[in-house]
């Protein structure tokens, strides 16, 4: 996870953690760095002039002050609970902590009413999600892609672990299985990753030469961009 996305994502949880605070140890846990970088990260959130507040001593924490940063949200309570669905059902697909903290947001800033009833109809829908990625693993992925090499531990098919110096290019996901698409320096050439298969991942200071998608090769015929718009 880049430091401008963990920033981000820990305000988020400052913000949810109300008058309770939380402890810097938890945070710790929670982005898996040390406390000493997340207590860094504080001290760069308050000079930045986030409003977060502390409370030294035995169950003492941090938190932020809420000052309502949404304004109010029109969405029905089932469009509520198919944001959460579609996220809870793909918790390996790329960048899905950060959608569970938008989600999160959004839904603080609904009307009391409708949030009370996307509670409710979120219960009556389940998820049996298959256990993604560990947070540092796909964080390595999200913040290499297409500037950075990565070097990852890959186990394939057969059960043979390698590691390899790989050029991220794309997340792709094709029946039910999330893929990261690059050129492998290894193999010289183009290949698909299964996540899940990718033991452990870092980013190293060797800057992406610029492969591109087109070397990817042609998109199944109804594969489209997250972004593209139906209609």
């Known amino acids: 996870m880049k430091r401008v996305e963990r920033f ?23 982005f898996e760095v040390s406390v000493r970088t997340i207590k860094r990260d504080l001290d760069a959130l308050e000079n930045s002039g986030a409003p977060i507040w502390s409370r030294p001593g035995p169950g003492g924490g941090y938190g932020l002050v809420v000052e309502g940063s949404l304004p109010p949200v029109s969405l029905s309570p089932a469009q509520a609970v198919a944001l959460m ?16 903290a938008g989600i999160q947001k959004i839904m603080d800033v ?11 109809l979120a219960h009556r829908v389940w998820i049996n999600a298959l256990p993604s990625s560990s947070r540092a693993t796909k964080s390595a992925l999200e913040e290499a ?29 094709t029946n039910g299985q999330w893929y990261l698409v690059g050129w492998c320096r290894l193999r ?12 452990r991942a870092s ?6 030469v610029g ?3 087109h070397e990817v090769g042609e998109p199944p015929a109804n594969a489209r961009p997250v972004h593209a718009r139906s209609g």
């Open 145 to 173: 892609m297409a500037e950075r090499v990565l070097r990852i531990s890959y186990t394939s098919g057969d059960e043979t672990t390698t590691t390899r110096d790989v050029e991220p290019v794309l997340f792709a996901a």
């Open 110 to 120: 609904l009307d009391p009413k409708t949030r009370a009833r996307a509670d409710e």
């Open 203 to 208: 980013v190293t200071r060797t800057a992406c």
């Open 188 to 199: 010289n050439a183009m290949r698909w990753f299964t996540v899940s298969r990718i033991e």
């Open 85 to 100: 669905a579609a996220v809870s059902a793909a918790a390996d697909a790329p960048y899905a902590d950060l959608a569970a």
């Open 211 to 213: 492969h591109s998608i």
């Open 8 to 30: 981000h994502a820990l305000s988020e949880m400052l913000r949810r953690s109300g008058a309770r605070g939380v402890s810097a140890e938890r945070l710790a846990r929670e």
